[in-house]
């Protein structure tokens, strides 16, 4: 039994999903993985590759992903079989909230002498009622938990009690619960996210293990990888809990702090060698400036790679700069969101520009050959009425017949689901913002996760939408836009009359649960409807098809990367 320092495990939002009765609705649609959420953040990377380079053994698991792939997969046998000082498991996002308590269950029913650790945006936020869980040992909290990781897991190692480790909150052998300062906050990233990417791929060969390296369930017929730019936004959008306010009250860090443009040029180059997938380039690169962004793109123009690279904007960008994208990413996909049609809700949200200005932004990406061009819309924002939910979907079809009917332009809305974020300002601030909070503690968001739809799921209303209005009128939203699509040619008839059948057979599932649940809940009848259930929750979703990129056929490169494992180079 190979004996490893650290082991990093992913669970599944809901840990029976596959067990359960779960209406998931459109909440994963406009992301990778599935509604079982099962990509694990990419803070799993830096960790693993930085502990490396200090000599620990350090596996992950991507729990999630060995549970759908395989329904005869035995989690608990699993996890009974591994063997390691210390289990990490993920709580990035509130999501898995159920997940990570069970998981953290399991292991402390099989290694009651292991540690349990949490980290993650979510677990920093809840770290006080974390820590009361019997089967929690240490919460590390903050964005960059790589070097007190490693401290962590040298007086685990040297068995003292870890009182110098920064960031992290433990309960001692007493029961009494410590929280260390909160002091580790690197201004400087140079020293993370390395070759983290080449750390992976050795560990998974070495450890004879690629399904639990995957970072989501299809990744190996769709192989999109990211590239983060920041610790830290200088945005404060309304809805989102990884705001500029949210990290200076929450998670300590007053300023965002940046990779090197090298660094990001960097990573692509290596991306490059193994994958010919496309990149995501996370974050705004304008965020620290124009002459940052300016040299991450020039950088990226003299490496030549060929991958598709995916930028996204904040808010519009001069015609200079999507021209220099253009210049050093052929091809490239745009992505902004503006969240609604209208300017006022728009400034609700955080964000402040016209349509006039968005429309620039849009017509200077197609005008400079950008492979795809996306634009999101959001359900469940301030000051937003059902109607003008549905004007944002008139507002699509003003676009499409602006650009008449450009393939490249791929339009998409989704409810705020299944959480308002917490440390979001909307969520900190309910009634400064028109939001009523129907969930605090941790323990809710656990059990919100089982509920029987994604309606109940939903943590928030707002004074303008109940959470039935917003489950409805997304609905007919989503079912509204997959017309205009079919109708402009965005998707092919075949592709819009699945998506039209699966909205329908879900809006009707929803009806039928609401009924279930309004004659007193029967768990009996509920269960009944399970085969039903899953498969509306497995039908295609027409969103997920048109986010995806053109890989072709040879998606990527094993022996070029087993020659550079052998040689180095």
Known sequence: MSQFDLILLHPPSVYDFRKKAILYGPVSDLIPPSPVFEMYPIGFASIAEYLARCGYKVRIVNLAVRMMKDKNFDAEVFLRRLSSEVFGIDLQWLVHAHGVIEVAKIVKKYHPQAKVLLGGLAASYFYRELICYPEIDYVLRGDSTEEPLRQLIESVKSDKEPEAVPNLVWRDNMGRVWENPFTHLPTDLNDVMVNHYKNIIRSALTQRDLQSYLPFRDWLRYPITAIFTCRGCTQNCVICGGSATAFRRFFGRKVPVYRSPRQVAEDAKRISHFSNGPIFILGDLRQPGEEYAYQVLELLKKQKVKNQFIIEVFSPAPTEFIRQVSLACPNFCLEVSPESHDPEVRLASGKSYTNQALEQTLSDALRFGCGRLGVFFMIGLPKQTAESVLKSVEYCGYLLEKFKGDRRLSLFMAPLAPFLDPGSLAF???????????????????????????????????????RHQIAEVTY????????????????????????????????????????????????GELSSLKPEIDRINMLPVSEKIELELPVGLFKLKPWRYLWSLATGR
Not at 435 to 451: C, G
Not at 481 to 503: D, H, M, T, W
């Open 428 to 466: 900190e601030e309910p009634q400064r913002y028109g939001y009523r909070i129907l969930f605090r503690n941790f323990e809710d968001y656990r059990q919100a996760l089982v509920s029987p739809s994604w309606k109940y799921a939903l943590n928030y209303e707002t004074n303008w939408l109940s």
């Open 476 to 523: 007919e939203a989503i079912l509204r836009l997959n017309r205009y699509k079919a109708k402009y040619g965005l998707i092919s008839p075949g592709v819009a009359q699945l998506a039209e059948e699966r909205i329908k057979k879900a809006r009707e599932m929803l009806y039928r649960i609401d009924d279930i649940i309004s004659k007193g809940f029967d768990p």
